[in-house]
């Protein structure tokens, strides 16, 4: 028998005032493995993992285009579930936007981007800040009701020879300096990134946990004094550095961090991240200040369209499914990397990543020919929204992901498996007449339910389904 993994939203999970975290009332969510038979029913097992945490407070720090974007919090949160497209970015590389480009971004339903910010460019003279490219940048992306997650990084020619924060002096002055920057910028929904890839090269001369955790302490702490109200969320590893993680965990950083931020990238497909959250989601449980619920962010994680045996064709279906298998597992916050290729070079994978092709054409819409990533974006913002993610349905085999959304009274579904090959299935659904429509966008002929459900065909591409 085939095990196949179902979340069942759950009342509340019962924790008296002096339970774990004291967390009476929560509402949860269990991750329960269900054993498929030879005649396809499910039998629910014990649960696979320990409870995953849902907030039960959610505020407007991660919801895009909200009229209480500014609106100071007393306590930075990230809800669990946005109302998609909430949650939906890409990374950028630039302040100043082209134009046309803000307008791309937001017709492909782009919610959110991340971007670097950078400190030797904002202190360029020692102890003087200079924000204005942000303001700039800021300014375009509100136009379209976009958010930031700007992260702070990296060194600065003034201190420590250029290299990663490591002395006293150091360490103060980035922190000052991301606390000016949190300052200036307070009340916008900005949520603040302690640096980029800390465990590989990006920090100087060679990746060091333990400095790494000193500074993040310090930003950590000027932060909660400047503007306590702000979000503040890292690691922002490459890759599930669980060693690295658990590091930062130990030493108390969960007590300042609203969110935890991770670089899933991998070349296997983006369903296999599931078990990774799950482990890590155990880690932050265990080590989380008591009654802090703190979720995990997709931080930067694409495909590139170079990779071998990758294309453009697969990494379009990738970026539809890495989303929803994000939002399936209780990540609030996805971010792709990256809005548009960096060059041309048919050999170099770096310049691959993007949604859209490299080349800029002023005065055209859009303004970048648009890959199969970036027809997947908005086919997937388009056909979800203002929709929450409410399960992901125990039908089928395991690698099958069956997902409902809701909208208010109104369900959507998606569906799509990691077979090799195409197969029927049939899903619950009220009888009637349902809209498909392709993960690229492109509608496809209408699909009926009877009194058994509807009979669709997986494919390796996700499906939207709506009742007419």
């Known amino acids: ?60 720090l991660i919801m895009a285009g909200l009229s209480s974007m500014n609106v100071l919090a007393a306590e930075p949160s990230i809800p669990p579930r946005p109302v998609l497209p909430d949650g939906l970015g890409v990374n950028i590389h630039f302040t100043d936007p082209r134009p046309g480009e803000m307008e791309m971004l937001a017709a492909a339903g782009i919610r959110w981007i991340r971007m670097d910010f950078a400190w030797a460019a904002t202190e360029r003279e020692k102890g003087v800040y200079d924000f204005a490219a942000y303001d700039r940048l800021l300014a375009a992306m509100e136009k379209h009701k976009i958010r930031g997650l700007w992260i702070l990084d990296y060194s ?10 490591h002395t006293d002096e150091g360490r103060r002055a980035f922190a000052r300096w991301a606390a000016a920057a949190a300052t200036h910028f307070r009340g916008h929904g900005i949520l603040w990134e302690m640096y980029n890839e800390p465990n590989i090269g990006f920090w100087k001369p060679k990746p060091d946990v333990n400095q790494y955790v000193l500074l993040a302490l310090e930003v950590g702490k000027a932060i909660r004094q400047a503007a306590p109200e ?37 070349q296997e497909p983006p369903e296999t991240v599931a078990p990774d959250y799950a482990r890590l989601r155990q880690l932050i449980d265990k080590h989380a200040p008591a009654g802090k619920t703190i979720p995990i962010l997709s931080g930067e994680w694409g495909y590139s369209s170079a990779w071998a045996n990758h294309d453009e064709t697969k990494q379009g279906k990738y970026l539809a499914r890495q989303w929803l298998v994000n939002v399936a597992c209780d990540v609030p916050l996805s971010i792709w990397y990256d809005w548009h290729d960096d060059g041309t070079d048919p050999k170099e994978a770096e310049h691959h990543f993007g949604t859209t092709a490299h080349a800029y054409f002023d005065g055209r819409a859009p303004v970048y020919d648009p890959k199969p990533a970036c027809q997947a974006a908005k086919a997937l913002t388009t056909a979800l929204a203002g929709c929450q993610f409410a399960e992901r349905l125990a039908v089928g085999q395991s690698d099958d992901w069956i997902l409902r959304f809701r909208r208010g009274d109104q369900t959507r579904l998606v569906a799509w498996t990691t077979a090799s090959e195409p197969r029927p299935i049939v899903i619950p659904a009220s009888p009637g ?34 009742p007419e």
């Open 1 to 60: 028998m085939k095990a196949l993994t179902k979340i069942l939203p759950s009342p509340a999970c019962g924790r008296g005032a002096g339970g774990e975290g004291g967390n009476a009332g929560r509402q949860c969510c269990l991750v329960q493995q269900c054993k498929v038979n030879p005649t396809g029913e499910t039998l629910l097992d014990k649960p696979a993992v320990a409870p995953l945490r849902v907030m039960a407070l959610i505020v407007a």
């Open 156 to 165: 600065n020619p003034h201190y420590d020879d250029n290299l990663a924060p």
């Open 230 to 266: 702000e979000a503040y969320i890292g690691p922002a590893t490459s890759t599930m550095d669980f060693a690295f993680l658990e590091a930062c965990f130990q030493a108390g950083l969960l007590d300042y961090w609203s969110g935890v931020s991770v670089h899933p990238y991998r």
């Open 433 to 466: 007449r349902y809209s498909v429509t392709d993960h690229l966008g492109q509608p496809q002929p209408a699909l009926v339910a009877d009194g058994n459900g509807l009979a669709i065909t997986l494919t390796d591409a996700p499906q939207y389904f709506a």
